[in-house]
Each structure stands twice: as structure tokens, then as C-alpha cells.
């Protein structure tokens, strides 16, 4: 009988309770107990659910305090020896993640193409693995005794090894498979003698591009993990279609194979050619990555496609990957008008729709027909609805001509024009944008969202901020100032909740890092920008000075990858509308005679597609994107963009083709290793490489600031370089900021005088 199954349930509560428990783990307000007694009640309540929606294949071990890498590392014994000394356990895990007074934190990176973050782990040469926690096991046992048997998770030996760091030079970390294996291999024999039937093997990596050692290392892996006391292992893959490595996934000797049908439906039928007929199919059909209502019609006709082929008895119907990835319950938001939201699904009604899709799949369409006919209603009303799709939106960005991607003069003579304006000094001076949020800024924005103050107390209060921030910087002595951002949340939910097309959830949280969650914005419909957005609060600014202000928006690329978006159109063309709006933006500023504008990309460099032969497509759009929000002004309005943690390398001509005249990215925290990029590229603007790490506590000294400038001296003529903190300030204090920048000022001036 076809089964439904989930591969991995949201840990951190409907309302956020496990970020509330570790929160006050961390500060001490509660205790070890308190903790482990939040993190067993979101297990038991998130099976329950589950159960309740009549999924037959429930996860364990998806739950992490932390990350599942971090569990992954820690289980294999692969702790960095700067941990190993702590004895207790919880301690250690914790250590591992946040770090101690006297050893730094593991390292953080992103998950695939999502948002989440996993620590890193590190390997050395001569590594030894051993199982060092029972985690898998007592979730096991501990579902067990709730009465459902479930199939716990675990992160593949290929994929963990792969995704971690080497500590060693010339240490290679698939040389450790040989050692992790065993490891596994006890592992797994342990939940067989607990019952577990079958074993979940999350090898994600397979759906990107792969060497032939890792193809050799997953084939060698999986032959040595299938002995006959072992589980049954479904191999779950999932963000990118297995493509090229079909063959290599179907001849693995596992029985079961997980393939995202959302990302890649294509792969359905290379998939169903090559799978051998007593391999059981898990497909993933609901988008386990977004919250849009399934058209349920049309995936049961995918689904009965599959049927047709692998037959009743060895098919899964699943989620499209682990819905970690999506908000917990749509049930908690009864704030959202009614319509947008009979088109969203959340984690639990995606289980839902699974649910809906197997009972029609085992007893006939009518066996599940009010879910089907919701579906459909929910589908005609999303089709036809006015509110997302507004002809002007649309016959505008149709409209969009190759010449609205340029500016008028190439770079070398805008800058003339530029120099002449603005006669600033050799190693200009300026900051990113925000200014610290100060406990006294967010308290005063909650106020104003509660109601207990006005508008116009609020509005004086971010007036003082500004004009502080002003004399601040004008004291400074710094060139080009900014504003200071005083007025916004978020980089993205400030324009979002300001353009027309989007959406914000109450409880839509997602996790990003341990207790960490973002609420992305929802982009439902054509956007547009009823009103200017930032004009006010610049022209305001620059009302108080003398000196250029600096105007500072966030650039499409960024606010679409941020945000939930539409699947009813390409991203290419929503993100095209948003960069029509910020293009009026950019306009209204230059009107507003602001001659100085940055329009922020931190996201654009993330955005890039799991597969390399996706790549030049997305550029081409992102860049474009990015040139449509910047060319509509004159040759002497200088456009500035900021990216931080990046890698330029591979990207180098789509960064040099978005052809802004300023550039300012994050390189102190890599020494300004960074730069060479651009030095390698001959890189022909203008570049202001971060000489302040701000994500340290610590204030550069101006020897700091000034080795790294030399540095950039040596790759970059100096003619061409700013001198600019690695990113926004908003998370620093003030006297840190003002002693940092005070330094930065003086390494330029001392620069000037060379
Ligand atoms: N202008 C933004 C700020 O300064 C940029 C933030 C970012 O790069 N993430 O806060
Ligand atoms: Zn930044």
C-alpha cells in the first residue's frame, strides 16, 4: 500500500518555545531540566501532529537543540579538540556552537541554497571517530513509547564529510570515510535492535555536481553500510534533481531513494527508467521550501504517474525535503485576510496535503474529496484573483527596454563627473548604512507597534537619532555620510511591508541558526511602490549637513531572496518588478537631491544556483535586475553597492557587468584575502574593502586598519579605493562605533599623506 511520510518536522515550536527555552538556558534564568523537559514536549506535540494528520511515516531525530550537523558531529565523536576537555555533554554541544571565553565558536555557513545555517565541522589528519551520543536512539525509544514507531534521520557519511573543514593541510575529508563508517555502521545496527525497521540517510550532496571521489566515496559508503543486519535505508535527496547522477543513486545498494519532485519534477521519469524494481520510491510532491497551497489536481496527476510505474507497494508520497524549511502552522494566523491566506500552507497543513494525496492515491479521488475540493477552490480564487495580478505591474516590466539596464557614460567618464561633483578625498571615508539599534531604538518601535506612543513621538525620536548620528559622523570627520537606518526593522521587511505584493505572517518563523528565526516576508502578487519609501527620511538627513548623504536602499536580488516567493511566475520577472519599484526609488532620491546612492546586494552572491551549469542564467537576470533598479539616473549620481560574505572568484564578470560605481564588500574578517578577486580581475571601479570587522566586539587599532588598507594598496590602485567598515553597524554599541571609526578616519588621512 502507497504510504505517506514526512522527512523532518520544524524543532522550534509553533510560538518559538524552543528558542524561549535556550534562550534562557544561556542566560541562566532556567535550568538543564527545564530545557530538555521544552525540547521532549516539541517532540511528543510535533509526532502527535503528525500522527494526527495521518502520516504513516513519522522522522525521529529530525529534532535538534541546536543544528543537525552539530548533532552529526558530536554523535561521531568529532569534537575540535579546543572542546574536548568539557565533560558534561550539554555543555560541550552548546560550546561548540556559540563558542567560550577562550575558544571561538564552531564555524556557521549556509545549508545548500537555504537559509538555515549548520556548523561546519573540522577534521584533522588521523581523525578518529567513535559513537560518543545516543541521541537517534533515545528519540527512538522515546516516540517508541508514545506509541509510534518512527524512522529516525541521519545525516550521510559522504554528505557530513563533505560539508565539513579541513584542519590539516593537504587533508582531504573524504580520506576519513574509512574511519566514519564503522561508526555509522554501529549505529545503525543499534536502531535495528531497537526496532527500527528503516533508517532515513539524508545524501543531499547528491543533487549536486559531484567529483568522481565523492562518487566513488558514496558508491564505497553505502556497499559497506549493507550488511544484513542493518536497517533498510532510505536514501533521501532533495534542493536539485539528481540529473547526471541518477545512475550512480539507483545503483547504490540501499531500498529506498527520496527525489525532490517540486525543485526538479524532470527527473521523475529518468528516475522511474532507472530504478530497479524492488527499490521503493519516496517522491516528494509538496514544497517542503515555501508556503503556497499545493494544486492538488495537478499533483495527483503527477503522483498517479509515479503509481503507474513503481506500482501501489513501493511508493512514498512525502514532502519535497524536510520541512525545517517552512513556518509550523498556518492555524496561528488570524490576522491574514482570509483569501491570501486559503492559499498558503505551513508544515502542518503540508502534512495534510500529503495525507489527501495518499488516501486518493489508496481509495479513490472521493475518498478525500472536501481536501480536493478546497484545493481547487483555493487555486480558481489564486488564479483569477485582482490582487495579484495588476495589468500596469505587468505591461511595465514587459515594457523594460535593453537601454533602461544602462547608465548613459561608461564608468571612466561617469567618474569625471563624479570626482567634479563631489571633490572628495583620495581614500574616501564612509559606513555601510545602519547606525547601532540601540536598546532605546527597539523599545522605541515596540512602543509605537503596541500603540503607546504616536506617531509623532516616535517620528521626533527617530529625528533626534538622525541628527545625532549626523553630528556624529560630521565630527568624525568622516566623507560620505548616511542616515543610519534608525527607522527600519529589517533591511527587507521595510520596504516589503511599504511596496504593494507583499505580505507579513504573525507566526510565519523559520528557523535560521539555533535559537535564531526569521520571518520572511510573502511575496504574493505584481509589486509596485504606491509612494516613495526613504526620500523623507534622506532628504531629512542630508537637510543637516554640508556634506554628501548617502542614500540606502536594498537591492532586488536581495529582497527576493529573502522573502517567500511566488511560484506562478519566474523569479526572474518578480524580481524585475521589485527592481522597477526601487528604480522609481532611486529616481525620487536623485530628485530629492540626494547625489549619492547605495542600493545593498548582500543576498546576491547566495542566490546562485546548486548546479554550476545554472549559474550564468541566474546572473544574467540578477545583474540585470540589479542594473534596471540602478541606471535611471544621471552620470554624476554615484551608485554604490554593498555585499558581504562572499566568495567573488567564480563570480568576478557579473560582479564587474553590475557596474556600480562604488563597491563596498566584507574582506577584514579574511585578512582581505577577498580582494584578490578583484585584483586578478583587473576590476575597473571604484572598491571600498571592510578594514573593521563589526562582527567582533573588538575596535581595530589603526595599525590593524592600516596593514589591511596596505594590503588592498598592493592589489588595487589606490585611486580606486574607499575606506569602509566590513558591513552595517546596527548590531555594535555606540562607543565601540565611534572609537572604531575614529581610527578608520585617521588610517585614511594618514594614507592621504603618502
Ligand atoms: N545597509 C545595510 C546596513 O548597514 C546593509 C546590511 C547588510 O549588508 N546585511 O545595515
Ligand atoms: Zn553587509
Known amino acids: 500500500m502507497t504510504k505517506s511520510a514526512n522527512l523532518g518536522f520544524p524543532r522550534i515550536g509553533a510560538h518559538r518555545e524552543l528558542k524561549k527555552a535556550l534562550e534562557a538556558y544561556w542566560k541562566g534564568a532556567s535550568d538543564k531540566a527545564a530545557l530538555l523537559s521544552t525540547?521532549?514536549?516539541?517532540?511528543?506535540?510535533?509526532?502527535?501532529?503528525?500522527?494526527?494528520?495521518?502520516?504513516?511515516?513519522?522522522?525521529?531525530?529530525?529534532?535538534?537543540?541546536?543544528?543537525?550537523?552539530?548533532?552529526?558531529?558530536?554523535?561521531?565523536?568529532?569534537?575540535?579538540?579546543?572542546?574536548?576537555?568539557?565533560?558534561?555533554?550539554?555543555?560541550?554541544?552548546?560550546?561548540?556552537?556559540?563558542?567560550?571565553?577562550?575558544?571561538?565558536?564552531?564555524?556557521?555557513?549556509?545549508?545548500?541554497?537555504?537559509?538555515?545555517?549548520?556548523?561546519?565541522?573540522?577534521?584533522?589528519?588521523?581523525?578518529?571517530?567513535?559513537?560518543?551520543?545516543?541521541?537517534?536512539?533515545?528519540?527512538?525509544?522515546?516516540?517508541?513509547?508514545?506509541?509510534?514507531?518512527?524512522?529516525?534521520?541521519?545525516?550521510?557519511?559522504?554528505?557530513?564529510?563533505?560539508?565539513?573543514?579541513?584542519?590539516?593541510?593537504?587533508?582531504?575529508?573524504?580520506?576519513?570515510?574509512?574511519?566514519?563508517?564503522?561508526?555509522?555502521?554501529?549505529?545503525?545496527?543499534?536502531?535495528?535492535?531497537?526496532?527500527?525497521?528503516?533508517?532515513?540517510?539524508?545524501?543531499?550532496?547528491?543533487?549536486?555536481?559531484?567529483?568522481?571521489?565523492?562518487?566513488?566515496?558514496?558508491?564505497?559508503?553505502?556497499?559497506?553500510?549493507?550488511?544484513?543486519?542493518?536497517?533498510?535505508?532510505?536514501?533521501?535527496?532533495?534542493?536539485?534533481?539528481?540529473?547526471?547522477?541518477?545512475?550512480?543513486?539507483?545503483?547504490?545498494?540501499?531500498?529506498?531513494?527520496?527525489?525532490?519532485?517540486?525543485?526538479?519534477?524532470?527527473?521523475?521519469?529518468?528516475?522511474?527508467?532507472?530504478?530497479?524494481?524492488?527499490?521503493?520510491?519516496?517522491?516528494?510532491?509538496?514544497?517542503?521550501?515555501?508556503?503556497?497551497?499545493?494544486?492538488?489536481?495537478?499533483?495527483?496527476?503527477?503522483?498517479?504517474?509515479?503509481?503507474?510505474?513503481?506500482?501501489?507497494?513501493?511508493?512514498?508520497?512525502?514532502?519535497?525535503?524536510?520541512?525545517?524549511?517552512?513556518?509550523?502552522?498556518?492555524?496561528?494566523?488570524?490576522?491574514?485576510?482570509?483569501?491570501?491566506?486559503?492559499?498558503?500552507?505551513?508544515?502542518?497543513?503540508?502534512?495534510?496535503?500529503?495525507?489527501?494525496?495518499?488516501?486518493?492515491?489508496?481509495?479513490?479521488?472521493?475518498?478525500?474529496?472536501?481536501?480536493?475540493?478546497?484545493?481547487?477552490?483555493?487555486?480558481?480564487?489564486?488564479?483569477?484573483?485582482?490582487?495579484?495580478?495588476?495589468?500596469?505591474?505587468?505591461?511595465?516590466?514587459?515594457?523594460?527596454?535593453?537601454?533602461?539596464?544602462?547608465?548613459?557614460?561608461?564608468?571612466?567618464?561617469?567618474?569625471?563627473?563624479?570626482?567634479?561633483?563631489?571633490?572628495?578625498?583620495?581614500?574616501?571615508?564612509?559606513?555601510?548604512?545602519?547606525?547601532?539599534?540601540?536598546?532605546?531604538?527597539?523599545?522605541?518601535?515596540?512602543?509605537?507597534?503596541?500603540?503607546?506612543?504616536?506617531?509623532?513621538?516616535?517620528?521626533?525620536?527617530?529625528?533626534?537619532?538622525?541628527?545625532?548620528?549626523?553630528?556624529?559622523?560630521?565630527?568624525?570627520?568622516?566623507?560620505?555620510l548616511v542616515h543610519g537606518e534608525f527607522e527600519r526593522n529589517d533591511m527587507v521587511e521595510y520596504f516589503g511591508e511599504q511596496l504593494d505584493g507583499f505580505a507579513f505572517t504573525r507566526n510565519g518563523w523559520v528557523q535560521s541558526y539555533g535559537s535564531r528565526c526569521v520571518k520572511p516576508p510573502v511575496i504574493y502578487g505584481d509589486i509596485s511602490r504606491p509612494t516613495p519609501m526613504t526620500v523623507a527620511w534622506s532628504a531629512y538627513a542630508a537637510s543637516l549637513t554640508d556634506r554628501p548623504m548617502k542614500g540606502m536602499l536594498t537591492g532586488p536580488v536581495t529582497i527576493l531572496q529573502w522573502s517567500f516567493v511566488r511560484v506562478d511566475q519566474p523569479r526572474s520577472e518578480t524580481c524585475r518588478q521589485i527592481a522597477l519599484a526601487i528604480r522609481d526609488e532611486v529616481v525620487d532620491l536623485e530628485k530629492a537631491g540626494i547625489g549619492i546612492i547605495q542600493i545593498d546586494e548582500p543576498a546576491l552572491r547566495e542566490g546562485l544556483p546548486l548546479r554550476r551549469g545554472d549559474w550564468e542564467a541566474y546572473l544574467r537576470w540578477a545583474v540585470d535586475c540589479f542594473r534596471l533598479s540602478a541606471a535611471g539616473v544621471a552620470d554624476d549620481t554615484q551608485i554604490h553597492t554593498h555585499m558581504c560574505y562572499a566568495e567573488f572568484n567564480d563570480i568576478m564578470p557579473a560582479i564587474a557587468e553590475m557596474d556600480a560605481d562604488v563597491i563596498s564588500i566584507e574582506t577584514s574578517r579574511s585578512d582581505m584575502e577577498l580582494i584578490s578577486a578583484f585584483r586578478d580581475f583587473r576590476y575597473p571601479n571604484e572598491i571600498g574593502p571592510g578594514v573593521w570587522d563589526i562582527h567582533s566586539p573588538r575596535v581595530p587599532s589603526r595599525a590593524d586598519m592600516e596593514s589591511l588598507l596596505r594590503k588592498a594598496s598592493e592589489a588595487i590602485p589606490p585611486d580606486q579605493l574607499w575606506v569602509n567598515p566590513d558591513c552595517g553597524l546596527k548590531t555594535r554599541g555606540w562607543p565601540e562605533v565611534e572609537a572604531a571609526l575614529a581610527h578608520l578616519v585617521e588610517t585614511a588621512k594618514s594614507l592621504r599623506h603618502r
Request: one cysteine or more.
Open 39 to 480: 525540547a521532549a514536549e516539541l517532540r511528543a506535540r510535533h509526532w502527535a501532529v503528525q500522527r494526527a494528520a495521518g502520516i504513516d511515516i513519522i522522522p525521529s531525530n529530525d529534532f535538534s537543540l541546536y543544528d543537525h550537523m552539530l548533532d552529526t558531529a558530536q554523535a561521531l565523536g568529532a569534537i575540535p579538540p579546543r572542546f574536548a576537555a568539557i565533560a558534561d555533554p550539554l555543555d560541550q554541544y552548546f560550546a561548540m556552537a556559540r563558542g567560550t571565553a577562550d575558544a571561538p565558536a564552531m564555524e556557521m555557513t549556509k545549508w545548500f541554497d537555504t537559509n538555515y545555517h549548520y556548523l561546519v565541522p573540522e577534521f584533522h589528519a588521523g581523525q578518529r571517530f567513535r559513537l560518543s551520543t545516543s541521541k537517534a536512539i533515545d528519540e527512538f525509544r522515546e516516540a517508541l513509547r508514545l506509541g509510534i514507531s518512527t524512522r529516525p534521520v541521519l545525516v550521510g557519511p559522504v554528505t557530513f564529510l563533505t560539508l565539513g573543514k579541513p584542519k590539516d593541510d593537504g587533508l582531504e575529508p573524504l580520506s576519513l570515510l574509512d574511519a566514519v563508517l564503522p561508526v555509522y555502521a554501529e549505529l545503525l545496527a543499534a536502531l535495528k535492535a531497537e526496532g527500527a525497521e528503516w533508517v532515513q540517510i539524508d545524501e543531499p550532496i547528491l543533487a549536486l555536481d559531484l567529483s568522481d571521489a565523492q562518487r566513488q566515496a558514496l558508491r564505497h559508503a553505502y556497499t559497506a553500510l549493507a550488511t544484513p543486519g542493518a536497517p533498510r535505508v532510505m536514501l533521501a535527496t532533495y534542493f536539485e534533481g539528481l540529473l547526471d547522477n541518477t545512475e550512480l543513486a539507483v545503483a547504490l545498494p540501499v531500498a529506498g531513494l527520496h527525489i525532490d519532485l517540486v525543485r526538479a519534477p524532470q527527473q521523475l521519469a529518468p528516475v522511474l527508467k532507472a530504478l530497479s524494481l524492488d527499490k521503493t520510491l519516496s517522491i516528494g510532491v509538496i514544497d517542503g521550501r515555501n508556503i503556497w497551497r499545493a494544486d492538488l489536481d495537478a499533483r495527483l496527476e503527477f503522483v498517479a504517474r509515479a503509481w503507474d510505474s513503481v506500482g501501489p507497494d513501493r511508493l512514498e508520497i512525502a514532502p519535497s525535503c524536510s520541512l525545517l524549511h517552512s513556518p509550523v502552522d498556518l492555524d496561528g494566523e488570524t490576522l491574514l485576510d482570509p483569501e491570501l491566506k486559503s492559499w498558503l500552507a505551513f508544515a502542518r497543513q503540508k502534512l495534510e496535503e500529503v495525507v489527501t494525496l495518499t488516501t486518493a492515491m489508496q481509495r479513490g479521488k472521493t475518498a478525500a474529496k472536501p481536501a480536493f475540493e478546497a484545493s481547487a477552490a483555493a487555486v480558481a480564487s489564486h488564479r483569477a484573483s485582482p490582487r495579484i495580478h495588476r495589468a500596469e505591474v505587468k505591461s511595465r516590466s514587459a515594457s523594460v527596454a535593453p537601454s533602461d539596464h544602462e547608465r548613459g557614460l561608461p564608468f571612466s567618464q561617469r567618474r569625471n563627473l563624479q570626482r567634479a561633483r563631489f571633490n572628495l578625498p583620495a581614500y574616501p571615508t564612509t559606513t555601510i548604512g545602519s547606525f547601532p539599534q540601540t536598546a532605546e531604538v527597539r523599545e522605541h518601535r515596540a512602543a509605537f507597534k503596541r500603540g503607546d506612543i504616536d506617531a509623532a513621538t516616535y517620528d521626533a525620536f527617530l529625528r533626534a537619532e538622525t541628527e545625532k548620528a549626523v553630528r556624529i559622523q560630521e565630527h568624525l570627520d568622516i566623507d560620505v
